[in-house]
C-alpha cells in the first residue's frame, strides 16, 4: 500500500501547486538551477532584492572567495566582498529552526539600516521552496545560494555543525563572531548585533 499511495501522494502535492509556485528540484541534482526563469519571476513578486555588488579585495580574516549565484537570479557575489556590519545568515528550507528564524531576522532587517543582512541557502536542493519561505517571512534582504556547499569548510568559516549558522562581518569585512543556532526573536537579533558588531539596536 505504501508504494501505491507515495507516487499518488505527490501527484496530489504537484497539483496543490499554483500558477506562480517555482518547480522543485530533485533531491540529489548535481546541478541546480537557482536562477531559473519560473524562479525570476516568483522573486519578481517578493521584496527580496537583488544581491550587492562588493569589491574585488580579499580581506585577512574575511569571509572565503568563493563566488555564488543570487538565488532567484541576479548579479553573482564573491562573498569575500561582503562588508559589515553586516549579519550573513545561512540557512535551508529544510530546517526547521532557519523556519523558525527567518521572520525574526526579516523584522530586524525592516526595522534599521544600520546593520546589513543577507541570506545564503545552503546545501538545499528546493530553491522554489527557498523563495516560498522568504516570501512568507516577508524577507526585505538579499539572498544567495550555495546548493553544492562550497561555504562549507571554506576558511575561515568551519564546517558548518548545523543550520542555521549566522556569521557576523564588521565594516572591514572581518568576520568577528559566528554561531550555529537559532535568533527566534527580533529582540535575539538586537541583542547579538549590539554584542558582536556593536550597531543595529
Request: charged fraction near 15%.
Amino acid at each position: 500500500m505504501r508504494r501505491v499511495w507515495a507516487p499518488l501522494l505527490v501527484v496530489l502535492l504537484l497539483a496543490a501547486c499554483g500558477p506562480h509556485t517555482p518547480s522543485a528540484v530533485a533531491p540529489g541534482s548535481r546541478h541546480i538551477d537557482v536562477s531559473s526563469p519560473d524562479l525570476v519571476a516568483f522573486k519578481s513578486h517578493t521584496d527580496i532584492p537583488d544581491c550587492p555588488k562588493v569589491p574585488a579585495a580579499v580581506v585577512d580574516g574575511g569571509m572565503p572567495s568563493v563566488t555564488i549565484p543570487c538565488l532567484g537570479g541576479g548579479r553573482a557575489v564573491d562573498v569575500a566582498g561582503l562588508r559589515g556590519p553586516m549579519i550573513v545568515n545561512f540557512w535551508a528550507s529544510w530546517c526547521g529552526d532557519c523556519i523558525k528564524e527567518m521572520p525574526a531576522l526579516a523584522s530586524y532587517a525592516h526595522s534599521q539600516s544600520a546593520v546589513k543582512v543577507v541570506g545564503i541557502d545552503i546545501l538545499d536542493t528546493g530553491p522554489g521552496a527557498a523563495l516560498q519561505l522568504a516570501k512568507r517571512s516577508q524577507v526585505g534582504y538579499p539572498l544567495m545560494a550555495d546548493p553544492e556547499g562550497n561555504l562549507d569548510h571554506a576558511s575561515p568559516l568551519p564546517h558548518l555543525p548545523g543550520l542555521p549558522f549566522t556569521a557576523f562581518v564588521d565594516a572591514s569585512g572581518k568576520i568577528v563572531h559566528y554561531e550555529s543556532g537559532a535568533m527566534k526573536t527580533e529582540a535575539d537579533v538586537v541583542a547579538a548585533a549590539q554584542k558582536y558588531l556593536g550597531a543595529g539596536g
